[in-house]
């Protein structure tokens, strides 16, 4: 769904409401789901996957692949069926495949499509036609596959595009040139109906969901860990798929939001049940605890081949640090509530290496710069990063009258304002809320049912 029309704009005043206390549950990871509705898509026979998360950009992807053939249904329980094609059997589809806010929906289809005799138009909401499309576009061509994009702002490559897959596609080696997941994901989904070896080097490692689950629905998949730490993947192509049951866990980054919520309004003591700590994910419950932050992990556990933990998070006072920048790509969707949990520690908070964060939903550290700023926190923004001196403690100032932070867009934004609101003097006021939609439909829900 498009939240590109400004008349049906949501504002909200997030304002304190005292300790955050007793036990929530997170939705399901979007990273996992996204895969779970595309790789069930590629099986033949039924996949039931449960704990999905019904976010508007999985939604996305699932009403793509239902474009390209899949049969996928919601059962009232709450379980997903999938009903695929069989690797190779995308069929074309009929409508330009509407990708709304989603990244990751995206790129990752770009890959499926490449392989395929199929040709597919792309298109997506202002903040995802402003997003980058050449870091896949460019091994997809070697691949075989052909694209016709729009020229971006800066001259890059971008939404509305069109491919036309290649059959049968090259399989390459390919080193990434950015530590990015959803590259990492659409080359692989490529190879997926490609002959031969495809193989992805990864000199720093990004999220694994789509090894983890490549391997469970049958692929021929392997990983070579360098010395150095550098991770090659090779994948056969032209795999059959085996359906799968699949559990999703939470997702770490939604938890994200409660967990620095509870750190920094006093008084709090909140269980956060189900919340996935795969290791490429789950940088930041650790660096939240370098800050002094109280996080335990109770009730350790596999759920779907990932570990899964309940976190019991207690109000803390933080100390500003510098953050290591080898420890962003298991962590980058999480800077924005970092930097809000920066802003209330005592001391200053570097961090650096965050490029990539300039081409997320919007540009991460010039927004998060700005709204923070408005609330009344002391930010300096650099290339890379941003640098925060903290309150130690002490609530926010808060949005002026009449002052709206904006969110540009990106559900990431509006939810860590939304828990700075809760530690400020005035509340911080949003321009819209309706992106949270993208990725955490129940967010208000169980920020207001704490409150209650
Ligand atoms: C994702 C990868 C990351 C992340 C995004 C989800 C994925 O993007 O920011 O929210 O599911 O593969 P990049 O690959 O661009 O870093």
Same mark, same amino acid.
């Not at 504002?11 to 206390?21: I, S």
């Not at 499926?112 to 392989?115: C, G, K, Q």
């Not at 490529?190 to 109906?193: D, I, K, S």
């Not at 994948?235 to 799968?244: D, S, T, V």
């Given at each position: 769904?498009?939240?590109?029309?400004?008349?049906?704009?949501q504002?909200?005043?997030?304002?304190?409401?005292?300790?955050?206390?007793g036990?929530i549950?997170?939705?399901?990871?979007?990273?996992i789901?996204?895969r779970?509705?595309?790789?069930?898509?590629?099986?033949?026979g039924? #996949?039931?996957?449960?704990?999905l998360?019904?976010?508007?950009?999985v %939604?996305?992807?699932?009403?793509?692949?239902?474009?390209? !053939?899949?049969q996928? +249904?919601?059962?009232d329980?709450?379980?997903?069926?999938?009903?695929?094609?069989?690797v190779?059997?995308?069929?074309q589809?009929q409508?330009?495949?509407?990708m709304?806010?989603?990244?990751?929906?995206?790129?990752l289809?770009m890959g499926?499509?490449?392989?395929h005799?199929?040709?597919?138009?792309f *298109?997506g909401d202002?903040? %995802?036609?402003?997003r980058?499309?050449g870091r896949?576009i460019?091994p997809l061509?070697?691949?075989?596959?052909?694209?016709?994009?729009?020229?971006?702002a800066?001259g890059?490559q971008?939404l509305?595009?069109?491919?036309?897959?290649?059959?049968?596609?090259?399989?390459i080696?390919?080193?990434l040139? @950015?530590a990015?997941?959803?590259?990492?994901s659409?080359i692989?989904l490529?190879?997926?109906?490609t002959?031969?070896? #495809? #193989?992805v080097?990864?000199?720093?490692p990004?999220?694994?969901h789509s090894?983890?689950?490549?391997?469970g629905f049958? =692929?021929?998949?392997? @990983?070579?860990v360098e010395?150095?730490?550098?991770?090659?993947?090779r994948?056969?192509?032209?795999? +059959?798929?085996?359906?799968?049951r699949?559990?999703?866990? !939470?997702?770490?980054?939604s938890?994200?939001?409660?967990?620095? =919520?509870a750190?920094?309004v006093?008084?709090?003591? %909140?269980?956060?049940?189900?919340?996935?700590?795969?290791p490429?994910?789950a940088?930041?419950? =650790?660096v939240?605890?370098q800050m002094?932050?109280?996080?335990?992990?109770l009730?350790r556990?596999?759920?779907?081949g990932e570990p899964v933990?309940?976190?019991?998070?207690?109000h803390?006072? %933080?100390?500003?640090i510098?953050v290591?920048?080898a420890?962003?790509?298991?962590?980058?969707?999480?800077f924005?509530?970092?930097?809000?949990?920066?802003?209330?520690?005592?001391?200053? #908070?570097?961090?650096?290496?965050?490029e990539?964060l300039? *081409?997320?939903?919007?540009?991460?550290?010039a927004?998060?710069?700005?709204?923070l700023?408005l609330?009344?926190?002391?930010?300096t923004e650099t290339?890379?990063g941003l640098i925060i001196?903290?309150?130690?403690?002490?609530?926010?100032?808060?949005?002026?009258?009449?002052?709206?932070v904006?969110?540009?867009?990106?559900?990431?934004?509006?939810? =860590?304002?939304? *828990?700075?609101?809760?530690?400020?003097c005035?509340? @911080? +006021?949003?321009d819209?809320?309706?992106?949270?939609?993208?990725?955490?439909?129940a967010?208000?829900?169980?920020?207001?049912?704490l409150?209650?």
């Open positions: 769904m498009s939240h590109s029309d400004p008349s049906g704009m504002p909200r005043r997030f304002a304190p409401t005292g300790p955050l206390k036990r549950r997170v939705p399901g990871d979007k990273s789901s996204h779970s509705i595309m790789l069930g898509a590629l099986a033949v039924e #996949t039931r996957v449960t704990g998360l019904e976010g508007e950009d %939604l996305s992807t699932a009403a793509a692949m239902r474009a390209m !053939g899949a996928i +249904e919601r059962r329980d709450g379980e997903w069926r999938i009903h695929g094609v069989g190779g059997g995308l069929l589809p409508a330009a495949l509407d709304g806010n989603s990244g990751t929906s995206t790129r289809l499926l499509v490449s392989s005799a199929i040709t597919a138009s *298109v202002a903040s %995802l036609s402003r980058p499309m896949v460019e061509s070697q691949m075989g596959a052909d694209f016709t994009a729009s020229p971006g800066d890059s971008t509305p595009l069109m491919v036309r897959g290649a059959a049968p596609a090259v399989p080696t390919y080193r040139p @950015v990015s997941a959803q590259v990492k659409a692989l490529a190879g997926l109906n002959p031969g070896i #495809t #193989t080097i990864e000199p720093v990004t999220r694994d090894e983890r689950m490549l391997k049958g =692929a021929e998949l392997e @990983v070579e010395a150095d730490g550098t991770r090659i993947i994948l056969r192509g032209e795999a +059959e798929f085996r359906p799968q699949i559990a999703v866990p !939470g997702d770490p980054s938890a994200a939001f409660f967990v620095v =919520a750190l920094i006093p008084g709090s003591d %909140l269980v956060i049940e189900n919340v996935g700590l795969n490429t994910r940088a930041l419950f =650790a939240l605890r002094g932050g109280s996080i335990a992990e009730d556990r596999e759920v779907g933990a309940d976190l019991h998070v207690t803390s006072a %933080l100390t500003g510098a290591d920048p420890v962003v790509p298991s962590m980058v969707d999480e924005p509530v970092l930097f809000v949990a920066a802003a209330l520690a005592q001391g200053r #908070t570097v961090t650096s290496g965050l990539e300039r *081409v997320k939903e919007s540009d991460r550290i927004v998060m710069h700005a709204a700023e609330a009344g926190a002391a930010v290339t890379d001196d903290g309150t130690g403690g002490e609530p926010l100032p808060g949005t002026p009258a009449g002052a709206v904006a969110t540009q867009l990106d559900h990431r934004i509006a939810m =860590a304002m939304a *828990v700075a609101g809760l530690a400020s005035a509340g @911080v +006021e949003i819209d809320t309706r992106p949270i939609a993208t990725s955490f439909p967010f208000e829900r169980l920020l207001d049912g409150a209650a």
